[in-house]
């Protein structure tokens, strides 16, 4: 009825009762007996614990040991009649001590005996583990599939599952004589201490192998269909691998993606195709790699396409939903009856700074694509701030920064100093600033716009004056090293006062930049 597999999946039960020369009589009354698990419906392929292909999973039970202070009990896998394939019985777990962990697969091949101390007195208790069937016709027959030798890990197949339920039975005791007649003839049994033909199963105790602790243990038993023609092909993706680690762009070198998938089944995995999608869920149209350029087998590494500058939204700020690429991939393999299985979708998605820099890469930014460490959270805001870009994140370059600081020391009035913007990113730029430089170094951290007072300017004195600070603050920044936008044409009334300016800067800021390939940014 049993036949034993080896290696396949660790497999546990505490279960217990007569020993091994003792095997022909019916347990005792165990302290505490549980109710009959009802099976699970058979719907679905599952991998047992060692990964390895399964039919349904048909039942299954936990046991704690001991249970709520009980030395011994029994657990009804299944009752007669209540499955109808032969079945792939797996044991989980162990028997814990403070020093060591008792495998169940030991304990099911020998019994063992354990040493542990309680209140100082030295105790010791045999740990054993049995299967029973329940014929039709009721009782226990008690099963033991064959083992060889102990292992960490068992998977028993029984054949005949359909004709009986099975029961698992545990029992942490302490050791009773059992009784053995050499007149009988045969081998004696394993026996460490015998007196007056009584064999005591508990030998000497090795110091180290002395808990403080009392045995506990969690053993889980699942029964799976073992017949074939339940076991189905699944596909699943294990492994993905993004170029920049966590994100990606479509920069060469850094449009890279690649995953790996794994087959369960009679199917190998040299037959998995692949597809890539754009990702559902947002407002972006990714261009999605074509089908022909994929391949097939177990790793796939495929190139983000070059994308449509028309997709950067036209609101703004906008969220991220409508910016960052995404793509769907999904593996497939085909069974033997022809349907296709495909593995859950994975999505590999850009990042906010990824997001960012792809807005440099589409644009072919003059100065080329900042890289990741350049950027810093910076909250976004409208003026007299660092980042007035549609991101939590802003670049601002350390040499200017410095130079700027420079020039706020030699300007000496913190009372009309004002900075209004240092950053702002590309699509912003390009599309939300009335007469933008499409090269502007504010992208790159380089610029800054220094308002000039007073503020408000409600007279033409208010409008000479405000030119005479832009005049001074201009020749102090240049005298400095900065270059500057040059002041538009300035427009004068009939009676000579300034009303206003045409083309270049206004009288309300000085644009002041340093080339970044001056101060060192390698990209």
């Known amino acids: 009825m049993w036949t034993l597999r080896r290696g396949s999946a660790v497999v546990v039960a ?38 390895a292909p399964r039919g349904p ?57 354990l040493y542990y101390r309680q209140d100082g007195e030295l105790m010791f208790r045999f740990v054993s583990m049995a299967f029973y069937a329940l014929p039709p016709a009721g009782g226990q027959q008690w099963q033991q599939p064959p083992v060889a030798e102990a292992s960490d890990s068992l998977v028993m197949v029984d054949s005949d599952a359909a004709n009986h339920g099975l029961q698992v039975y545990w029992s942490v005791e302490a050791p009773e004589p059992v009784g053995y007649n050499f007149n009988d003839g045969g081998d ?10 009584l064999c005591y199963p508990a030998p000497n105790p090795d110091p180290e192998h002395i808990s403080a602790t009392p045995p506990q243990g969690t053993i889980r038993v699942r029964a799976f269909s073992a017949d074939t023609a339940a076991v189905a092909i699944t596909v699943r993706i294990d492994t993905v691998i993004v170029a920049n680690g966590t994100s990606f762009t479509t920069k060469r070198g850094e449009d ?44 796939l590494t495929w190139v983000v396409p070059a994308q449509d500058t028309s997709r950067w939204p036209t609101v703004h700020p906008g969220t991220l939903a409508q910016k960052s690429l995404a793509f769907e991939m999904v593996a497939q393999v085909t069974d033997s009856a022809g349907a296709v299985r495909d593995s859950a979708a994975v999505v590999a998605r850009q990042d906010e700074i990824d997001t960012m820099r792809e807005e440099y890469v589409e644009f072919s930014h003059l100065r080329g694509v900042p890289r990741r460490q350049e950027f810093e959270r910076h909250q976004p805001c409208t003026i007299v701030c660092i980042n007035n870009g549609h991101y939590a994140f802003a670049i601002v ?78 020749d102090l920044a240049v005298g400095r090293g900065f270059e500057t936008e040059a002041l538009g044409t300035i427009i004068r009334a009939a009676n000579g006062d300034i009303i206003g300016t045409r083309g270049g800067s206004g009288l309300g800021h000085v644009h002041v930049e340093l080339d970044p390939c001056q101060i060192g940014i390698p990209r």
């Open 188 to 197: 004696p049994p394993p026996c460490p201490l015998m007196i007056s033909f």
């Open 256 to 299: 890279s993606v690649t995953v790996r998938a794994s087959v369960t089944g009679p199917a190998p995995t040299d037959s998995i195709r692949w597809m890539v999608r754009d990702a559902a869920g947002d407002s972006v149209q990714a261009i999605a790699p074509a089908p022909e350029n994929l391949g097939r087998g177990p790793e």
């Open 57 to 113: 999973l048909l039942t299954e039970v936990t046991i704690e040991v001991p249970d709520s202070g009980a030395n011994s009990g029994t657990q009804t896998l299944w009752g007669v009649g209540q499955i109808q394939t032969p079945a792939v019985v797996e044991l989980v777990g162990g028997i814990d001590l403070e020093n060591r962990h008792i495998p169940g697969s030991a304990i099911l091949t020998e019994g063992f005996v």
């Open 397 to 474: 370059n350390p040499g200017f920064a410095d130079s700027l600081t420079g020039l706020q020391t030699a300007w000496g009035d913190p009372a009309t100093w004002q900075v209004n913007v240092i950053y702002r990113n590309p699509v912003h730029n390009r599309r939300h600033v009335p007469g933008r430089d499409l090269d502007s170094f504010h992208q790159d951290g380089c610029a800054a716009d220094l308002q000039t007072f007073p503020v408000p300017r409600n007279s033409p004195a208010d409008n000479q004056f405000a030119l005479d600070f832009w005049t001074r603050l201009r």
């Open 14 to 51: 505490l279960v217990g009762g007569l020993l091994a020369f003792a095997c022909d009589e019916s347990p005792v009354a165990p302290d505490r007996e549980s109710e009959t698990s009802a099976p699970v419906p058979n719907f679905a392929l599952l991998l047992d614990s060692a990964g």
